[in-house]
Nanobody, 124 residues
């Protein structure tokens, strides 16, 4: 089992630059990918970013490419999401996720463990 705990959400102004963190615990040695998804009210869960735990593969959703940066600290078993130039449409619950098996890094079904989510609200 892998446990994930997100932090860093809250209310931000448009144009702001918050950073989310996700700390993993448990069988972290089994992780091969970590990622972020988000879900706005009435919408499907959307892929935001993912990183290969080796660090040699980084992927972004089209809506955040060029504004968000995913990174990881293997010593702390923590993944970060630096979000810049925030827009009201970025408002959502952001979920951290981890994969220990096999699957697509772009789809929610490709991951095995999920955090509880953290709300990010962008005011205009």
């Amino acid at each position: 089992q892998v446990q994930l705990v997100e932090s860093g959400g809250g209310l931000v102004q448009a144009g702001g630059s918050p950073r989310l963190s996700c700390a993993a615990s448990g069988r972290t040695s089994s992780m091969n990918f970590m990622g972020w998804f988000r879900q706005a009210p009435g919408k499907e869960r959307e892929f935001v970013a993912a990183i290969n735990w080796r660090g040699d593969g980084i992927y972004y959703g089209d809506s955040v490419k060029g504004r968000f940066t995913i990174s990881r600290d293997t010593a702390k078993n923590t993944v970060y999401l630096q979000m810049n130039n925030m827009k009201p449409e970025d408002t959502a619950v952001y979920y951290c996720t981890a994969r220990v098996g096999y699957g697509s890094q772009f789809t929610a079904t490709g991951y095995d463990y999920w955090g509880q989510g953290t709300q990010v609200t962008v005011s205009s």
